[in-house]
């Protein structure tokens, strides 16, 4: 028999010439056949699915009203410059408000780690504002601070802008503040135990060895949270300033015709797509990294 | 109690410790003096008036069965524990002091642990030159240059710049061995540092083991090893239910027990094949 030969072949005998046995081979090429098989059903049934909708979309009885109204290019070509500069305060709205809800979320993450009855005021602070802060809706946090705020008329308010991305920042904080918390946690004690064997500090140990591994490891879920951001960024406009969404609606207005509205949204998707890439990424990485570590 | 100051070590016996002993104001040659240390974890009490004398470049083996406060021991000693009572004199200077600093104490004490605790996103170097370059402020290419040398002694200079996960049990303990030795420890604590270990990796970690004892290292071993027990000992601690019960030369504990407990112990070894 030929398999009984191969085996002969690739025996005990120092790096010979390697041929896969008639097994192996019988096995790749089943395994061909069968992803050869799985392709061509992919296809056909995608095909069939999409031609189904778009004949059932396109063949209803609305279709050109609709079309008119939600995908008119020209209309769609004319709101462009008004909905792109209104992305653009959104863009830089999220930045800020992405580094300022990172930056409060971490700060309360370590103190409500802390121990010690020295720090209880500064934990229960911070315990406070977890709870209260991932209750409260955006949108009353939002108009509190935005309405609110300049109604007691103190010099020195900052602009409306200034003050929903404040609302934004100590909303998405409280939520990163768990997310970070349990990265901490997850932290094996003896970690800790070896860090401060060496005679590093609570605050070294936190710092060289906790923090570096608790924040790769939460590293999806914070930039998950970040995509969510990046959407309510746009509530913004509630309070007044024109951003993509408050633009596509004056556009709106005046044209009676909805398409500025895609617009904004194909806008955001594409402006959401880099962000979501890099989130699929670091999460791959981080999961391969867990099994090596399982591994060992 | 008296108070204590930071003493260095060159300044032993300025501060006598708890007067409640004859002994108490004799610390001549010893590094480590436990005297009636008591821990409980929740009700459950592990160590009961346990005293234990360490003399410079004294191996002492700590056996016993898992439970019997071994592990316990060496934490209190690191104060990784805080101890319900008693006294721990390290080079005279009373550690268990409540206005002592325990960071400035574990700078000078080394305790390398069962699972080898590197950091995982650190590589091998990063790994030994943070506690040099954080805790004793040495410059970052002196570290190195120190590290390296380490490294290069135990054989491992070629994974100076791999993360720990791409090595073996046995480099990995070696690496964390060197880890600690680098801050050049007065007292090293090694805490069952092959039971984590495939059998053929753990005498790669023995042998550097019985290199620092020939160096002079100070230590506190706690280990299931009796073969290694009795090559490396200069005294064997038999713990049993919170206590020193039975110490002395290896080849007495080991060989000749006085008492009944540690020859039942010593028999269960033998049953399951440590004993060589």
Not at chain 1, 75 to 97: F, I, Q, S, T
Request: glycine share 8%; hydrophobic share 45%; charged share 20%.
């Amino acid at each position: 028999m030929t398999a009984h030969k191969t085996l002969e072949v690739g025996g005990l005998e120092p790096p010979t010439e390697y041929h896969p046995s008639v097994w192996q081979r019988e096995r790749e090429a089943y395994r061909r056949r069968q992803t050869f098989r799985s392709f061509v059903i992919a296809t056909i049934s995608t095909a069939v699915v999409g031609v189904t909708l778009v004949l059932v979309i396109t063949g209803s009885p609305g279709w050109e009203r609709v079309k008119q109204t939600f995908f008119n290019a020209e209309v769609a070509l004319d709101a462009l410059p008004a909905v792109a500069e209104g992305l653009w305060l959104n863009l830089r709205l999220l930045v800020g408000c992405a580094i300022g809800a990172l930056t409060v979320g971490l700060l309360t993450a370590l103190a409500r780690t802390l121990r010690g009855p020295v720090f209880f005021p500064l934990r229960a602070l911070a315990t406070l504002y977890t709870y209260g802060f991932r209750g409260a809706p955006l949108i009353i946090v939002l108009y509190l601070l935005v309405f609110g705020v300049p109604g007691l008329r103190l010099s020195g308010t900052p602009s409306v802008l200034v003050l929903g991305g404040i609302a934004l920042v100590i909303t998405y904080g409280a939520y990163l503040a768990e997310v970070f918390r349990a990265g901490i946690e997850s932290i094996h004690p003896s970690q800790v135990a070896a860090a401060r064997s060496l005679g590093l500090t609570y605050r070294q140990t936190m710092r060289h060895v906790v923090l570096p591994q608790a924040i790769r490891r939460v590293s999806p879920p914070l930039l998950n949270d970040m995509v969510a951001l990046q959407k309510d960024v746009g509530l913004i406009s509630l309070a007044g300033p024109i951003d993509a969404i408050r633009a596509a609606q004056i556009e709106t207005a005046q044209s009676y015709n909805f398409t500025p509205y895609v617009v904004a949204g194909v806008l955001f998707i594409l402006l959401a797509i880099p962000l979501i890439a890099v989130t699929d990424w670091v999460t791959l990485r981080a999961a391969r990294r867990q099994s090596a570590e399982g591994a060992r | 109690m008296t108070t204590s100051e930071p003493i260095s070590p060159t300044t032993p016996r300025s501060d006598p410790g708890p007067g409640d002993r004859p002994d108490a104001d004799d610390f001549s040659g010893l590094v480590l003096r436990c005297r009636g240390i008591r821990k409980s974890f929740r009700g459950n009490l592990v160590l009961r008036d346990l005293d234990l004398d360490v003399a410079e470049h004294d191996v002492v083996v700590l056996i016993g069965a898992s439970g019997s406060g071994k592990s316990t021991l060496l934490r209190c000693v690191n104060l990784l524990e805080p101890i319900d009572d008693g006294t721990i004199h390290l080079d005279g200077e009373h550690i268990t002091a409540p206005q002592v600093n325990p960071d400035r104490v574990r700078q000078r004490i080394g305790m390398v642990f069962q699972a080898f605790n590197l950091f995982p996103h650190m590589t091998v170097l990063e790994n030994i030159t943070l506690a040099p370059e954080r805790v004793h402020k040495v410059p970052r290419a002196t570290a190195r240059e120190k590290a390296m040398a380490l490294l290069k002694r135990v054989g491992l200079a070629d994974k100076a710049h791999e993360y720990p996960d791409r090595l073996s049990g046995g480099q990995q303990q070696r690496v964390a061995i060197v880890r600690t030795l680098i801050n050049s420890p007065r007292l090293l604590l090694l805490d069952e540092v092959t039971s984590a270990l495939d059998p053929e990796l753990v005498g790669e970690v023995l042998t550097m083991i019985r290199d620092l004892k020939n160096e002079g290292m100070t230590m506190v071993i706690a280990t299931h090893e009796m073969g290694f027990a009795r090559q490396v000992a200069d005294r064997v601690c038999f713990l049993e239910g919170g206590r020193i019960l039975e110490q002395g030369p290896p080849e007495q504990v080991l060989g000749d027990p006085v008492e009944a407990r540690t020859r039942r112990f010593l028999q269960r070894i033998i049953e399951a094949g440590r004993l060589s």
